[in-house]
């Protein structure tokens, strides 16, 4: 009967042995166990669905719509530069120290600059909010004590994440005009005063025409390296402000009956872009402006006059007789016109 105990016992032996080695194998190695150790929060930045600032400079609800981001409640578009940011910042966030707390033995959250908070944020990613609060400053340079509002440790982590999201509400909000790059564009419409034209990207043929650029008018084509640029200028337009969100009226900004506008087509998307030049701001040069289907009156440089003074012609030319560029003026191209037999500058 013994040999059938030893059996048994070795039998055991082995299955426990082969069981801790798997467990062991399953388990990271110790740099990884400490690295997840020191994650203070990560959130995916394709699956991050609105963010909750509460922070001295700033406080604000961003919700994605897609691939937009928009500011409560007005419904302004938000900065995606500066919301890529953030979310680069806690994708992951990870700590340089962790200090230890329980819920016998908690820390001190007033020394730490946490109770109450300096400011706080609340990401919310696959329907589930994590909020991080982010305390005073620590005795090493830029760095912040920090914790996540379930968690009872402390931690101190970088001070670039609370210099990202303390930023005032301006710095949020989306600087652009336009929202495309120039491959997808398909149509552009210019019109102000005499100057009115529209032009289309066309295919190349079976009989071997390149794509470009044409007139629709006249079908008479362009050079696309001048369209090319013509549109990277736009594409690049920022504005200098914002003055007024859902405004009452238009006529006090010039906009009811616009100085100008510049409209964009993109492939696939049926809705224009369209931007609408309005009046002098009477202040330091400017001009006041519109997005068509966004609620807020914008501040232009007067360089969008630049822009709504392209006459067809200088599209026809070939790069070597630009006049060129006034660095000065923000890289728009300064451009020379003429009038047709129907007084129209083209």
């Known amino acids: 009967m013994r040999w059938k105990t030893t059996l048994i016992l070795l039998l055991a032996t082995i299955g426990i ?25 990560r959130v995916e930045p394709d699956a991050a669905t609105q963010f909750v600032l509460d922070m001295p ?28 940011a953030l979310l680069g910042d806690l994708s992951p966030l990870t700590a ?3 200090l230890k707390g329980s819920a016998t033995h908690p820390l001190d959250l007033k020394s730490f600059g946490l109770d109450p908070a300096i400011g706080w944020l609340s990401v919310a990613a696959n329907e589930k909010p994590s909020t991080l609060l982010i305390g005073a ?13 379930n968690r009872p440790d402390v931690f101190v982590i970088p001070s670039q994440v609370f210099d990202d999201a303390n ?13 495309f790059v120039t491959p997808t564009v398909a149509k552009v419409e210019l019109e102000r005063d005499k100057i009115r034209w529209t032009i289309e990207r066309t295919k190349a043929t079976s009989s071997g025409e390149p794509a470009g650029w044409r007139e629709i008018e006249s079908q008479a084509m362009l050079e696309t390296s001048n369209v090319e640029s013509f549109l990277n200028t736009v594409a690049g337009l920022r504005l200098s402000g914002f003055v007024e969100d859902a405004p009452t009226e238009l006529t ?6 616009p100085a ?17 030049v309005g009046g002098s701001t009477g202040q330091t040069p400017g001009r006041y402006g519109r997005m068509e289907g966004r609620v807020d009156i914008i501040r232009l440089p007067e360089t969008v006059m630049d822009l709504l003074a392209t ?8 790069p070597s007789d630009h006049v060129g560029t006034d660095s000065s003026k923000s890289n728009a191209t300064v451009w020379t016109s003429s009038e047709d037999s129907n007084g129209l500058v083209r």
């Not at 006090?252 to 009956?257: E, I, N, S, T």
């Not at 510049?262 to 872009?273: F, L, M, N, S, Y």
């Not at 006459?311 to 070939?318: A, D, S, T």
């Open 57 to 84: 400079n700033v406080k604000a609800t961003l919700t994605r719509h897609g691939a937009e981001w928009t500011i409560a409640p007005s419904g302004v578009r938000a900065n995606p530069d500066t919301v890529h």
């Open 137 to 149: 400053e620590t005795p090493v340079a830029q760095h912040r004590y920090a914790k996540m509002a």
């Open 260 to 276: 100008g506008t510049i409209t964009v087509w993109i492939e696939g998307r049926e809705a224009p872009q369209r931007l609408s």
């Open 17 to 41: 042995g082969a069981y801790l080695s798997l467990y062991e194998i399953r388990q990271p190695p110790p740099e990884a166990r400490e690295w997840i150790a020191k994650q203070v929060i």
């Open 252 to 257: 006090r900004y010039g906009l009811a009956q």
């Open 96 to 98: 340089e120290r962790v």
């Open 311 to 318: 006459p067809l012609e200088r599209l026809r030319q070939p």
């Open 167 to 179: 930023q005032p509400l301006e710095q949020w909000r989306d600087p652009r005009c336009f929202d």
